[in-house]
């Protein structure tokens, strides 16, 4: 997970005086205190909450800490930020931010890496005090705060024996995944992280604080996938699932083990249908370096012979698989290696694996990888991650995304991080014509994948809503318009209907 001991010296450098543009004559009029700009809309918040709740200003660890993200792409320098303890001083907040419009951002892991989704030149809201976890035992649910990362509602449940769907990796929060989907090494076995939730409470635009569960079948609809358009979610009550140990781990080749490698994982695809194991793939092009790695899981302490066997009998330069809790496994892929870095995510579906698609994801790695040097590319990655046809099968009711539930598809995820903003246009073309190429060669090979919705938590800037939330984009848009009239939800990042 991120610590914030670890804050890239880069951003620490990066921050100075704060000049926020003013969007209105009401909205960030500022007065000055020493050193530190305080607007007034600031100030507003800062007397109006309860005295659980606070407000910071540059200079302060806290404010630091909160504007902190994971992508330095994703981060801004926000008039003052805002940790709020209640929900209902949120609600305080909204009504001052939408009655002077002024720009705000609403943070939960600070995974974003598009600019602008979750941080502002405003107000900066950080969810850290809503890090409450309850189990019930009884009804088999769990309810965390936005706050939270999923590495820390793990080790929160790990005492009863049970988890809750997330994703793949480490130092992801609750918000984001709840919010907009959520694909895990569970999936095949549950589904999306948002096919498991019974109830959210959410703040609305105006201030008032409910509970939206299934009775409530237009916001229950719209919060599964749709992120902040409909207000401010603070806690998310979840089902849990059993969860003892798991087998797996991780297990890197160097390039001239690709193709044994490779062929691992096409096998798998074709032979293995075990919803207990998933892979996670990922060929890697990073300073010069060109690395692939597989994270292997089975869901029990032991795994059946036969599954893993191409991984383990393919020659390696690391191997580190094992019995172990399932947030080690999570664990050990080190995502926060990147952290710092400028970043963008696309991805492409597929409908099967086979060795010619494998070879075009080498390539496409290989070729990007090297190009974009030139452009301060820290990192070019292609990650391959197989799921069965049945994971949109877990839930009764229709949620925002995925816009049918018809098939479930494997897909490339591409992940492209650099230095320079410079290069952000580059990165941006780059990541964008290799998803296309892709696409093309896929489609032209049989695969009917063309027009698969992208997964929003990993669509790159250019993404449309259409090519999200397809048909169901009218629904979402009256939905926002029914409980947001004023646009208030406007005024922070991300998608908007």
């Known amino acids: 997970m991120v610590a914030f001991a670890d804050l890239s010296l880069s951003f620490l450098l990066g921050l100075s005086v704060l000049t926020a543009p003013v969007t209105s004559s009401a909205s960030l009029n500022a007065d000055y205190t020493g050193n530190v700009r305080r607007s007034t809309v600031c100030q507003q918040i800062a007397s109006q909450i309860s005295s659980s709740s606070k407000v910071y200003y540059f200079g302060s660890t806290q404010y630091m800490n909160d504007n902190y993200h994971w992508a330095s792409s994703s981060s801004q320098n926000s008039e003052c930020s805002f940790e709020p303890a209640t929900a209902g001083d949120i609600g305080i907040a909204l009504q001052i931010l939408g009655q002077t419009r002024t720009p705000f951002g609403i943070k939960s892991g600070g995974h974003a890496t598009n600019a602008g989704f979750s941080s502002t030149p405003g107000v900066q809201i950080a969810m850290y005090s809503f890090s409450d976890v309850v189990y019930n035992s009884a009804a088999q649910t769990a309810t965390v705060g936005t706050g939270l990362l999923l590495d820390d509602v793990y080790v929160q449940l790990e005492k009863y024996g049970v988890t809750i769907l997330g994703t793949k990796v480490t130092g992801i929060g609750i918000g984001g995944v709840f919010l907009g989907g959520g694909y895990s090494h569970l999936t095949n076995q549950y589904g999306l992280a948002i096919d498991s939730v019974t109830a959210f409470e959410l703040v609305l635009p105006n201030g008032t604080v409910t509970n939206v569960d299934s009775t409530n079948s237009d916001l229950f609809f ?43 994982i096409t096998n798998f695809w074709a032979n293995v249908n075990d919803p207990k194991a998933s892979i996670y793939n990922t060929y890697n092009f990073a300073d010069g370096v060109a690395q692939m790695s597989s994270v292997l899981f089975y869901d029990a302490p032991t795994c059946p012979k036969g599954i893993f066997d191409d991984f383990l009998n393919a020659p390696h330069i690391y191997q580190d698989v094992s019995t172990r809790s399932y947030l080690s496994l999570v664990q050990t892929l080190p995502l926060n290696i ?160």
């Open 222 to 264: 719209a919060l599964r996938g749709g992120f902040n358009n409909f207000g401010i979610v603070t806690r998310v009550t979840v089902k849990t699932y059993p969860q003892g140990q798991v087998w797996g781990g991780l297990v890197t080749y160097s390039p001239g083990q690709w193709e044994a490698a490779s062929s691992a």
């Open 338 to 497: 990147t952290s710092g870095h400028r970043s963008v995510f696309h991805s492409a579906a597929m409908e099967k694996v086979t060795m010619p698609v494998l070879d075009m994801v080498i390539n496409e790695t290989m070729f990007w990888g090297a190009k974009l040097v030139s452009s301060s590319a820290l990192m070019v990655s292609y990650e391959v991650d197989l799921y069965v046809p049945t994971i949109y099968t877990h839930v009764d009711s229709p949620t925002a995304y995925p816009p049918s539930r018809n098939q479930g598809y494997s897909f490339i995820e591409v992940y492209y991080s650099w230095q320079d903003s410079n290069y952000d246009a580059t990165m941006f073309d780059a990541v964008d014509s290799s998803v296309q190429y892709m696409t093309q060669v896929l489609t032209d090979g049989g695969q009917d994948i063309a027009n698969i919705p992208l997964y929003p938590n990993n669509a790159p800037p250019s993404a449309t809503l259409e090519q999200m939330y397809g048909d169901n984009v009218p629904r979402l848009q009256a939905i926002k318009k029914a409980v947001d009239p004023n646009n208030v939800m406007g005024l922070t990042g991300g998608w908007k209907f």
